[in-house]
């Protein structure tokens, strides 16, 4: 046949021919570049508007801002009844991002890539049911279970829900939810929950959790009971066994934990999957269940899943493969970027090109040439979106060479592109952006009614009201308190609690007198006991107890040196002293001594234990850090009820670790530059008790707010009610000392 005789099937709009030659001069080899001043000169006036007319480019500041642009653009063409649009890209991380940013408006894409197995809710499930298997039930994992919309456990949705929450406040975010709980929960879950009822008991319980009645923990019993017996299949798995046995345990325990009512092609899938790892195991594939954990995510994560049914019927989602065989009146074009689109060329150290061409093997840089092919035909459309994001990951990226090119080729005509694409941007700014902008907020400064400030405090609380003021309001008025993470207390104040009261109990056995010849090893059963959990770490017991052991050393020196001069030792004295105050109201400062020492020549030393970083002097004198001048004013008042009268106090701070096992630490005020007199600790002393009768009296005026943080240079490093009185809000323009403080 000869070429005249084809007969062309139709005719390229003109505009669109001139955007092929367009596209097609831009992609020429970079040798051939020179040519594109000659392009230019032959073509017509306004050709090139024209055959850009129909092409926009999205800049983006980041991925969010691409993703969100390219949703709103599509969300444009779908108000158009019979409009059908289509997003090309092969970053999958921006399909999903444009794919969650439409959820907004109720639209559902029709992604070609699926969505794998393991991302679905039956496979978050079990994915979920391995974790928790694997740590055997600790609290994080056991929280994330309690917590999938799939599970049941043979009860109602609305019930578990409940429970769940009750299970997480009750056990999971308390000290005997440290470590695993599958043991507990399998065999004698009353026992377990008999030790959080007894915390949720204590002085210092959560209130939320004292308000936990008779039935919730009856509730919570039947919860475990029925948590342990439908995870009995996995957890009764040990060790390494074949991938059979795996699967069937795994089948089992998800059946029995998940909803029967909620079914769909991720339920088939899943079945499938456990039925084809049952058929086609091998006696060599054998696993733990960290490692089964692993393959069995991998493996469902190699099944795609298709919800075409519930998408959009004129949007799709497509990679460039399938992009060249579906048409669209849009199209949108994202992830322009290099190393995206194009993709980034990769040699192999193992297989060089040399090697790669005598084998026959295409070069690194075909993709490249397919990916342009792509680009190309995708240019074809009336109308073409272009995007690309300037950082993705926090980390700049380079603009396509497919860009590049037309960019340089296009000069002002592509220009215009980018002021189209500019619209997108503009629209993406506002749509969450209020319409007014909202008048910046002031310092919160409450003041609660006279009747409702408290009228008992320690002295630890006087410390925050120095320094904080409203985080004594949001806990002592407002009644909030933080919670204890997932597991229980953080390490550090667990660890601090348990060394005080190993010194508690050995001082108390020792109240007097030298030590004995055991002395270092009564010191090291007590610590032992109290940190049996964190002993159970590896970290913990490699790292940090090695450096207890030089610590229990420094401490049995620091006694030996002054044990001659002690006639007694008091530890964790409680001390309460009633104070008048000038409303004629009264108020009650209470205070537990870590050590009380009762010295031969009548004077007495408080001693602080710290296994953090002690007050400096310099904040010790200025009123920031008033826990030993408060408590040493109280024992003069004979709030410690001593049994003899006191006139001479002395403060020490122990620092317990270190690279030296500890360091004593004296409260001398002589060498602090804000004390020219050489005040002595009594003096201060008087002086902060009277400091603090005028704070008391202070508060007691209506008019006294409760600032945050009226002193930032000596602010808490970290303080739980920052976020609640929106610190970094207001405090934007720098922080100035607040009114009342």
Same mark, same amino acid.
């Given at each position: 046949? =000869? ?20 596209? /097609? ?59 059908? $649009? ?21 639209? %559902?894409?029709?992604? /070609? ?20 298997? #694997? ?8 929280? #994330? ?13 609305? &019930? @578990?829900?409940? =429970? ?9 975010? /308390? ?12 065999? !004698? ?35 475990? $009971? ?30 029995? %934990? ?17 039925? *084809? ?5 091998? !006696?060599?594939?054998? +696993? ?78 075909? *993709? ?29 990226? $380079?603009?396509?060479? +497919? ?7 296009? =000069? ?17 700014? *506002? %749509? ?35 320094? &904080? ?27 601090? /609690? ?40 590896? !970290? ?42 000038? &409303? ?11 050590? @009380? ?43 410690? !009820? ?12 122990? *620092? ?86």
């Amino acid at each position: 046949m =000869r070429r005249e005789d084809v007969v062309s099937l139709g005719e390229v709009a003109p505009n669109l021919a001139q955007r092929g030659k367009f596209v /097609s001069e831009a992609l020429r080899p970079a040798e051939s570049t020179g040519e594109w001043i000659a392009f230019r000169g032959s073509m017509e006036a306004n050709a090139l508007e024209a055959a850009l007319q129909g092409v926009s480019l999205i800049e983006a500041r980041d991925e969010r801002d691409e993703a969100l642009a390219l949703a709103i653009a599509i969300r444009e063409v779908l108000e158009t009844p019979s409009s059908t $649009v289509a997003l090309v890209t092969p970053d999958r991380n921006l399909a999903r991002r444009v794919g969650a940013d439409l959820l907004r408006w109720g639209v %559902i894409a029709d992604d /070609s890539a699926g969505e794998p197995l393991s991302a679905s809710p039956i496979g978050v499930l079990a994915r979920l049911a391995i974790a928790c298997t #694997a740590s055997q039930m600790a609290a994080p994992d056991l929280a #994330a279970l309690l917590t999938h919309p799939l599970l049941r456990l043979g009860l109602p949705q609305a &019930d @578990i829900a409940r =429970r769940a929450a009750l299970l997480e406040l009750a056990l999971l975010r /308390s000290r005997c939810a440290a470590g695993s709980l599958a043991e507990s929960i399998a065999g !004698d879950p009353a026992a377990l929950l008999a030790q959080a009822r007894e915390e949720a008991s204590g002085r210092f319980a959560h209130p939320s959790k004292q308000r936990i009645s008779e039935k919730d923990w009856d509730d919570l019993h039947d919860l475990l $009971v029925r948590l342990g017996a439908q995870f009995a299949p996995l957890l009764n798995v040990r060790g390494e066994v074949s991938l059979d046995r795996w699967v069937a345990a795994h089948r089992q325990t998800i059946e029995a %934990i998940a909803s029967t009512e909620e079914g769909g092609e991720d339920r088939e899938a899943l079945d499938t999957l456990f039925d *084809k790892l049952a058929q086609n195991h091998s !006696d060599s594939m054998i +696993f733990d269940v960290e490692s089964y954990g692993l393959f069995f995510a991998a493996v469902a994560g190699e099944i795609i899943l298709r919800g075409g049914k519930r998408a959009h019927p004129r949007l799709q989602i497509l990679g460039l493969l399938e992009a060249r065989l579906i048409d669209a009146d849009v199209l949108l074009l994202g992830g322009l970027d290099e190393t995206v689109w194009p993709p980034q060329a990769r040699t192999d150290a193992f297989l060089n090109r040399p090697m790669r061409a005598a084998l026959g093997l295409t070069p690194p840089e075909r *993709k490249i040439g397919q990916t342009a092919h792509d680009f190309a035909q995708a240019m074809g459309k009336g109308k073409v979106i272009l995007s690309r994001a300037r950082k993705r990951g926090g980390a700049p990226t $380079v603009a396509s060479r +497919f860009l590049q090119r037309m960019a340089a080729l296009g =000069r002002k005509e592509w220009e215009a592109c980018q002021e189209r694409g500019n619209y997108y941007l503009h629209l993406a700014g *506002k %749509i969450d952006r209020p319409d007014s902008a909202a008048p910046p907020i002031e310092r919160p400064l409450p003041r609660p009614p006279v009747a409702l400030r408290p009228k008992r405090l320690s002295v630890t609380y006087i410390e925050t009201l120095r320094r &904080d003021p409203y985080a004594l309001y949001a806990e002592k008025i407002l009644g909030l308190k933080e919670l204890d993470p997932l597991g229980g207390p953080s390490g550090l104040g667990e660890f601090g /609690s348990a060394v005080h009261a190993a010194l508690e109990r050995f001082v108390d056995e020792y109240p007097a007198g030298s030590l004995p010849l055991d002395a270092r090893e009564k010191l090291h059963g007590f610590l032992r006991e109290g940190l049996g959990r964190q002993l159970a770490d590896a !970290d913990f017991a490699a790292l940090t107890w090695p450096r207890l052991e030089r610590t229990i050393d420094f401490y049995l020196g620091f006694e030996a040196r002054r044990r001659s001069n002690i006639k007694t030792i008091k530890t964790e004295a409680e001390g309460k002293l009633d104070i008048d105050l000038a &409303d004629g109201s009264a108020f009650v400062l209470t205070a537990r001594a870590d050590r @009380i020492e009762l010295n031969t020549g009548g004077t007495v030393t408080l001693v602080d234990y710290k296994t953090g970083t002690p007050p400096g002097n310099g904040e010790i004198f200025v009123g920031f850090a008033p826990q030993l001048t408060l408590e040493a004013a109280m024992c003069v008042r004979g709030a410690f !009820d001593l049994g003899q009268k006191i006139e001479t106090v002395e403060g020490l701070f122990l *620092k317990l670790g270190g690279p030296l096992g500890g360091e004593a630490k004296p409260v001398d005020f002589t060498k602090v530059k804000a004390n020219p007199m050489k005040k002595s600790f009594m003096d201060v002393t008087e002086d902060h008790y009277r400091g603090f009768i005028d704070l008391l009296n202070q508060y007691r005026d209506p008019a006294t707010a409760y600032p945050p943080r009226p002193f930032p240079k000596f602010a808490k490093r970290y303080n739980a009610y920052d976020h609640l009185a929106r610190v970094k809000e207001w405090s934007r323009g720098g922080e100035t000392e607040a009114d009342g403080a």
